[in-house]
């Protein structure tokens, strides 16, 4: 067996867990091992530094008075090193504000609440990984190893504002500048910078109650953050407070190279109770709290929070459990008192993007997906008599800025496309809507404070990221990074084998148009036919096929490199194409996906160029959940590989998969028959008899690792050897050890090129 597996150079037994026996049978069939060109794709160039994409510019932002552009950057040596730069608008110069290395005496050591803050920000940085501006572009705030520091500019230099044994987290500074909020032992503190003088504001937190935090499944699943808004006139603080005590605790061993720890995590599992929460305002100097009447129902989600510009009205959207209806609250913030301004409901689901600007006259404007498709709301003051701004069989993506003077909202989206994205500016009465950006591809855009200017960035398949400043007609100012893709680039040795996708359109069994991208080797030669690998999510809430630069991910290049036919494929159910693209998941999932990649799969196998015998299917998350499904469910693929998959969906938490699956418990008023039966993998499990190599962080608490434990013990216990096993200590969802991406990437296409092997 290690004899065989030597000749082949493959190596992938020794590194991992094999109950197959192997090197033997069907699964190990390789004629030759792939050879490695110079200019082809590897694990460890995609993983190297600089980044293949060139310099890394993160989270951009226009000052106040609109002089410069401050940007998170990475380093040559290390692009995930960040250090805080600025740029002259005027002039273009850059110059370094301050070193992340240079405050610090040791390496940072974070504390377990903001890694797992960082993983539900999907945060993969080191040294600053956020930072915010005051209102008069005088001072800006930023967090490092624990601490809280202020960089002024006018003296260029950084102060540190907190030096405690705890961690101060969620930090933010003051439109005045005069205040610093932050949270640390789950309570809220605030120091005045005029005096020094910190203040706590919240109390009464203990190893269940959390004062001023967003839950896990609110961070996670409903892209809130952080837990407290400071009213715009500074004298007020609207904060939560959780209770999770409800939450059973799940005891989950996490694996790590350093030894074995047991976390005893409070995992909201689908069916099963969520933390409380309660909403209360407290004065900036402190006091007793106002709590918040948020309705009698406690088993809902708070799922956003604004204040009115005067500061006297919160606004509150309350979302219900089964996810089906949004109630916006009109708060007193004195008494605490509410009432009910308006409610979104759906038969399906809400997805809540929260696009809520609140007007100086008392209005606000608001995104719905009421149409089918999401569009701009305004409402008159008191949330009435709503008006549509934008309309059309096309969606706004995001409301970037509102500029009340001239009565102009600037947004992304499409209109032509959803394989790109543009940037567009439309009058509050919806007239004179213009495209600003240009180019075909992805384009995206951080406004300053009055919208006079943006930072916009720009991709396609063959341009890597650019930014430059624009004026707010798209004309554009100077380059913060032009990136161009020429013979310095790093990416440059590699553009002779670079391969820009085929785009296509294939129906699906209703009609509906399903967006493609076909990857083909340039050196197929005539009658030749090569194996395929075909990538896949399948999920809600993303998009796989667009016109953008793949800069967090080279595999399909790295498949092609080794001789690959790739394809992607966005199923119903993708995001970017309206609710009703969506809605098709609605108690089917593992179900109208697998139908749509089927429909993909069974074209790729027609191509002249695609030997129908060997293709294999590729995810991660949903994506592994969706690999497993394809294998077992149908026979159009030799093999496959499965990256932290779901399972068995009780096991997910409860914001997620009730959105989509409703209650698993029966005789829940939210509980359909069969949805989790006909979603999990271990009931179509007799199908999955191809090899496939299964893939998990063993520190994952997203998809937690028992998922893959049920999996293993399921197909040990039929007698199956068509899984392989590789585990990583320590990893969670998201991988960070640079070395351990590069040892999975190179499993994967290593499993590849065994199994798919002439």
Known sequence: ??????????????????????????????????????????????????????????????????????????????????????YDLATGKSKLLVSSTDLLGAPEVLSAEEKNRRERAREYGKGIVSYSWDAKSEQILFPLG???????????????????????????????????????????????????????????????????????????ELDRATGYWMSPDET????????????????????????????????????????????????????????????????????????????????????????????????NPRTGTSRLMFEETSPTWLNIRGEFTALADGGFLWSSERSGFRHIYRYGAGGVDPIQITEGEWPVSRIRCVNEKSAKIYFTGWQETPLEQHVFSVGFDGRGL??????????????????????????????????????????????????????????APYLDSHITPQFGQLEAADGTKLDYALYKPKDIAPGEKRPAITIVYGGPGVQRVHNGWDSKGYLPQLFVDNGFVVFLLDNRGAANRGKAFEDHLYRAMGKAEVVDQSVGANFLKRLRFVDPDRMGVYGWSYGGYMSLHMLAQTDLYKSGVSGAPVTDWRLYDTAYTERYLGDPNPGAKNYTKGSYEDGDVFTHIDGLTEPFLLIHGMADDNVVFRHSIMLMGEMQKRGRHNMRIMTYPGEKHGFRSRENKIHRDQQILDFFLETLGE
């Not at 205040?179 to 203040?199: A, F, P």
């Not at 919240?202 to 839950?215: K, L, Q, W, Y």
């Not at 007020?236 to 047991?262: H, L, M, W």
């Not at 990221?465 to 310095?488: M, S």
């Open 434 to 491: 213009q495209q600003l950006s240009k180019g075909a591809g992805l384009n995206s855009a951080s406004f300053s404070d009055n919208c006079l200017s943006y930072i916009g960035t720009f991709s396609n398949k063959t341009t890597p990221p650019q930014t430059r400043a624009y004026r707010n007609t798209g004309e554009p100012l100077i380059w913060l990074n032009e990136n161009k893709l020429d013979d310095h680039h790093p990416y």
């Open 1 to 86: 067996m290690g004899d065989r597996v030597q000749s082949l150079k493959i190596g992938l037994c020794v590194a991992s867990l094999v109950l197959s026996g192997c090197g033997s049978g069907e699964t190990a069939k390789l004629a030759a091992s792939h050879v490695v060109k110079p200019g082809d794709l590897t694990p460890a160039i995609i993983h190297s530094d600089p980044s293949l994409s060139g310099p890394t510019l993160s989270k951009p932002r226009i000052s106040p008075d609109g002089k410069m552009v401050t940007v998170l950057q990475g380093r040559d040596s290390d692009a995930n090193q960040q250090d805080l730069w600025a």
């Open 236 to 331: 007020r603080i609207a904060y939560t407070q959780i209770d999770e005590s409800p939450i059973a605790i799940e005891n989950r061993i996490e694996f790590s190279q350093s030894g074995v720890e047991t976390v005893a995590q409070r995992y909201p599992f689908a069916g099963t109770p969520n933390a409380t929460v309660k909403l209360g305002v407290v004065r900036t100097y402190g006091r007793r709290t106002v709590w918040v009447d948020i309705g009698q129902e406690k088993d809902i989600y708070l799922a956003r929070v604004y204040w009115s510009q005067d500061s006297q009205h919160l606004y509150v959207g309350v979302l219900s459990r089964d996810q089906k209806s949004l109630k916006m609250l009109d708060v």
């Open 146 to 220: 624990g601490d809280v520091y202020i960089y002024n500019l006018k003296t260029r230099t950084a102060t540190q504002v907190t030096n405690t044994e705890g961690f101060e987290t969620d930090a933010h500074i003051s439109d005045s500048g005069n205040y610093v909020t932050y949270v640390r032992g789950n309570e809220l503190y605030v120091t005045d910078l005029t005096n020094g003088r910190e203040r706590q504001l919240s109390f009464g937190a203990t190893d269940v109650i959390r004062n001023a935090t967003a839950s896990f499944v609110v961070q996670e």
